[in-house]
Each structure stands twice: as structure tokens, then as C-alpha cells.
């Protein structure tokens, strides 16, 4: 560019008080690895992948009762990390990191310091790669303690902590998940929250129904585009549905 537009380009940005984000020209793909809570069939990702626009596209690699390390050793992970490496040229990828719901289990034999490497590892795979990591923590369960509406359970708070914790230590992008889910089933509460709840007698409070999957991965997908506004133009909005999300009511 020439200097006189980028001095130009430079000091307006000074005026309104930000700096200049350069946005790549390649279109973005979103490859989603995860847990039950982000793949097909219960997780929040097909909603988030409905929202992209063409040339942007994505895969969800979420993998139903993964923890970091089966995905690791069931071949998901090299699934991913291919993708990133034969897209590199014509697609910014940027991939969600998303686990904690099985890790944090006592049967699952990861501990919490192997989870916490783990989500470390991925995401600085993904940057040796020429990917972007975007480490997306854990969807909330939709549990409340008995006699209360409005206080659900923080049943990941210290898988959230982990993935911040990894953003940190490898310079990447959180996408706080956990906090926006669970602020938002507090906010609506109990009884609004079941609404999302999967399976046939609507009994199953951690996964997705197909309304939750539109409602959660609408969630997500704004709290994408708040931390890499660059990739803004290749979601379709729906102002209605994020406006009743981030007020608070009843998706
Ligand atoms: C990668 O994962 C996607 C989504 O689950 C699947 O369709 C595809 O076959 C996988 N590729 C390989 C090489 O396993
Ligand atoms: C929410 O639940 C926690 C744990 O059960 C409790 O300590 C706290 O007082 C509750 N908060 C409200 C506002 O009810
Ligand atoms: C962290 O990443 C940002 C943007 O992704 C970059 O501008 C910054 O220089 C990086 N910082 C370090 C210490 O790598
Ligand atoms: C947008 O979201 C609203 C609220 O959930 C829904 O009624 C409407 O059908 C959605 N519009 C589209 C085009 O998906």
C-alpha cells in the first residue's frame, strides 16, 4: 500500500482510538475439533458451520465422547491437523479446541495437568502450522441445584480456567463458551433452559436438541466474530436470534 494511505489509514485510527486490523484476503475454514458438544447429532458445531457463507466453509471433527487424548490416538487430531496443512495456501483455518466434558471425568485417565498440556499442544500445533487456534471452552451443562432457577451449576469452571490458561500460554484466541452459556441458562433460567435439552424425553441437560444446535451455535458463532471481526463477512447474521441471545431472553 502506498505510505501516504497507510499514514492516512494510521492516523484515523488513532482518532477513533484502534488500531488498523489487516484482514488476510483468503476466506476463513473452520475445522472443529472437539467432544460430543461440538460434533453432529448433540453438539453445538453443525449450528455454527449453517451460519458460514460461501467461499467460507468448514468440518466438524467433534468426535462423540472424546477426551484430548483419545482424539489424539483415535486419528482425529491428525485429521485435523491435515486439513489445516492442505488448506494453507487458499484458506485461513481456524479451528475450535473444545473438550473438558469427558477429560474431567475420574474414569477418563487424563488428569488435569495432561488436559491442560493437551489443549496447550493442540493449539500450538495448529500456529506451527499457519492455523488458527481458537480455543473455545466448555459448553455449560444445563444443571440446576435442586430448589433454584437461576444459578446453574459451574460443573466446568476449572476446564474454562484450562482453556484460557492454554490461550495465554500459546498466544491464541479464546472463545469463552462456558462463561457465555452459562451466563445466558442462568439469565433465562431453569424451566427456558431445558428447552435445548437432546433426546426424545428431553432429559439429557449437557447435549443439544436442533433448536439448541441453532440457539448454541448462533453463540458461538458471534463470539467468533467478536474476537476476529475479520471474518464478520463470511457469517450470515440473524440480528433477531443474536439479539435475544445477548439480552438475556429466551432463544
Ligand atoms: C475427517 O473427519 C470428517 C468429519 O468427521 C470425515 O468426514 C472425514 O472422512 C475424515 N477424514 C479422514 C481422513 O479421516
Ligand atoms: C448458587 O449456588 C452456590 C452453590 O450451590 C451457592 O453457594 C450460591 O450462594 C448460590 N447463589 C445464589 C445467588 O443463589
Ligand atoms: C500474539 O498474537 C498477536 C496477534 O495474533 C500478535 O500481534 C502478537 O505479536 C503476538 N504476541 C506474541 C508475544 O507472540
Ligand atoms: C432467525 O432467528 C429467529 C429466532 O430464533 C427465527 O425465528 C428465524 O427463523 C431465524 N431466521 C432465519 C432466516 O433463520
Not at 452459562?182 to 428447552?195: C, R, S, T, V
Request: proline letters at 4%; a negative charge; hydrophobic letters at 35%.
Amino acid at each position: 500500500m502506498p505510505r501516504f494511505i497507510y499514514w492516512v489509514l494510521n492516523l484515523s485510527a488513532l482518532v477513533v482510538g484502534r488500531s488498523v486490523v489487516e484482514c488476510s484476503s483468503k476466506p476463513p475454514a473452520f475445522l472443529l475439533a472437539g467432544d460430543s458438544t461440538t460434533a453432529p447429532d448433540g453438539g453445538w458445531g453443525d449450528g455454527l458451520l449453517a451460519t458460514l457463507k460461501k467461499p467460507a466453509w468448514g468440518v466438524n471433527i467433534g468426535k462423540s465422547g472424546a477426551t484430548t487424548a483419545s482424539f489424539l490416538a483415535g486419528g482425529y487430531w491428525a485429521n485435523v491437523t491435515q486439513q489445516v496443512k492442505d488448506n494453507v495456501e487458499k484458506y485461513d483455518s481456524y479451528v475450535t479446541i473444545s473438550f473438558g466434558h469427558n477429560d474431567q471425568k475420574s474414569t477418563s485417565g487424563v488428569t488435569f495437568e495432561q488436559y491442560q498440556e493437551n489443549l496447550i499442544k493442540f493449539a500450538g500445533e495448529i500456529k506451527s502450522l499457519g492455523g488458527k487456534p481458537l480455543l473455545t471452552s466448555s459448553l455449560t451443562r444445563r444443571v440446576f441445584p435442586s430448589g433454584q432457577d437461576h444459578n446453574a451449576t459451574d460443573s466446568l469452571h476449572d476446564q474454562r480456567l484450562a482453556a484460557i490458561a492454554a490461550a495465554k500460554a500459546t498466544n491464541s484466541t479464546i472463545i469463552d463458551l462456558n462463561e457465555a452459556s452459562l451466563e445466558y441458562i442462568d439469565a433465562i433460567g431453569k424451566e427456558a433452559a431445558q428447552e435445548y435439552n437432546y433426546g426424545e424425553d428431553m432429559s439429557d441437560t449437557t447435549h443439544l436438541n436442533p433448536h439448541g444446535c441453532v440457539v448454541f451455535g448462533r453463540m458461538v458463532a458471534d463470539l467468533i466474530i467478536r474476537a476476529e471481526s475479520c471474518v464478520e463477512r463470511y457469517f450470515t447474521p440473524n440480528q433477531t436470534l443474536s439479539d435475544l441471545i445477548w439480552s438475556d431472553l429466551p432463544a
